[in-house]
């Protein structure tokens, strides 16, 4: 169980970080003055934060019943 409880922590926090990488991303967008590349990693940033959350909630969320 407490590796169940461990992989849910990690997964909130991925969670939260995309939250707020998203709402970073939002804000630099407004600015006229803000670098297209550097709004390109954080979406890159943000995809790979994604794909991390599926994969755990593949693992905490088995699809079949047990």
Same mark, same amino acid.
């Given at each position: 169980?407490?590796?169940?409880?461990?992989l849910q922590s990690l997964c909130i926090?991925?969670?939260?970080?995309?939250?707020q990488l998203n709402a970073l991303i939002v804000q630099l967008s407004?600015?006229?003055?803000?670098?297209? !590349? +550097?709004?390109?990693? $954080?979406? /890159?940033?943000?995809?790979?934060?994604?794909?991390?959350?599926?994969? !755990? +909630?593949?693992?905490? $969320?088995? /699809?079949?019943?047990?």
């Amino acid at each position: 169980m407490t590796v169940n409880l461990d992989l849910q922590s990690l997964c909130i926090a991925l969670q939260i970080d995309h939250a707020q990488l998203n709402a970073l991303i939002v804000q630099l967008s407004m600015h006229p003055t803000t670098d297209d !590349l +550097q709004i390109r990693r $954080l979406k /890159k940033q943000k995809l790979i934060l994604r794909d991390r959350i599926a994969q !755990l +909630q593949k693992i905490l $969320l088995p /699809k079949e019943p047990a």
